[in-house]
């Protein structure tokens, strides 16, 4: 085992995954130098998840990975009977990896007679037995409040702004741009990484694939020639695609487009495709994608490595500030 890894004792440990983001969950058992267990899953003939963990977890740690990805429901049940399954098993602890924390936009009651199902979501995972929770760059700071243990939101805008100083010739004439006021601190830590200035979007959602950008927002970005744009999640592209047309209407001649979670729902690419200005679309695989579902200017950064040394820094009873989404170091 390298020096790195030493620590982690693999008796000690149990890492399963859920069936919405394989492929991540091995990155993470692979760079922790751990073995992924197996996990058994099927349906009765009523359509009752049957599940099963393959490996006894009695007073081990126990690490389940699961992306709260479409199916959304399904995959979420299927945590949760985990998680129960680690608790009734007499598990030591119980921590769930949650890399894409969908239900995270649910944070707030903006309409009469409707849930705050973010909030929802993090006590039925409490209840089902999650002693700890591990996600990537929440929706709103609010959210992490919601949470009744502890919980660590982390960030990927280091690997963000290592691929962008590694790739791009000049940053000289760029700008990072939030494209709501909401983003705008998130955005902000961002540029200091890379010692850029900072815009931000004055945004009014109409619908969920439509929105209005204020005009007002011109006139921070004048005068340069590349604006990169940076957000947590990008699901059907509207306001991108909005914010795109408006930069291009500015002066932009080149445009990148950065998001943690990349959902590209329905006519997402359709829509970004048609601005030739958008020349790379940066996220992490936090959500899954398919080789065959990418376009040939799409970067997918791992964010195994950031789960990976989380989960040892935990383990090892160390800070994680510097992996921690709202810190100031990263």
């Known amino acids: 085992m390298s020096k790195k890894h030493r620590n982690i004792d693999p008796h000690d440990v149990r890492f399963f995954s859920g069936r919405s983001n394989p492929v991540l969950a091995q990155k993470i058992a692979d760079y922790l130098e751990l073995p992924m267990e197996t996990t058994h899953f099927s349906k009765f003939s009523n359509d009752n998840l049957f599940v099963q963990l ?8 126990v690490y389940i990975v699961q992306s709260l990805v479409s199916p959304v429901s399904d995959h979420l ?15 030591h602890d119980i921590h769930a990896i949650i890399p894409y924390y969908s239900y995270a936009r649910s944070d707030k009651k903006d309409a009469p007679r409707i849930s705050i199902t973010a909030r929802l979501v993090a006590d039925l995972m409490q209840t089902a037995g999650a002693t700890r929770i591990m ?4 929706h709103s700071p609010q959210v992490h409040g919601f949470f009744s243990v502890p919980a660590d939101p982390l960030t990927a805008r280091g690997l963000f702004a290592d691929h962008m100083l590694k790739n791009s010739k000049s940053l000289a004439d760029a700008v990072v741009v939030a494209p709501d006021v909401g983003s705008a601190k998130s955005a902000a830590r961002f540029a200091d990484l890379l010692d850029l200035p900072t815009a931000a979007a004055q945004k009014t959602r109409i619908s969920d694939e439509e929105v209005k950008i204020g005009s007002l927002f011109k006139r921070q970005v004048a005068g340069f020639r590349h604006a990169i744009i940076y957000d947590d999640e990008i699901a059907t592209g509207g306001t991108v695609a909005e914010l795109s047309r408006l930069l291009v209407e500015s002066g932009i001649e080149q445009i990148t487009l950065i998001c943690t979670h990349g959902l590209f729902l329905g006519k997402a690419f359709a829509r970004l495709q048609a601005i030739p200005q958008i020349q790379e679309i940066i996220t992490t695989d936090t959500v899954p994608r398919a080789p065959e579902n990418q376009p040939p200017n799409m970067t997918i950064l791992s964010t195994a490595s950031i789960f990976g040394r989380a989960i040892r820094q935990n383990y090892l009873h160390r800070s994680i500030g510097e992996l921690f989404d709202f810190g100031a170091d990263q």
């Open 54 to 61: 393959g490996a006894s977890v009695r007073g081990r740690r």
């Open 77 to 91: 049940l299927e945590l949760l009977m985990m998680l129960d399954i680690a608790k009734s098993a007499a598990a």
């Open 135 to 138: 996600t990537m760059t929440l």
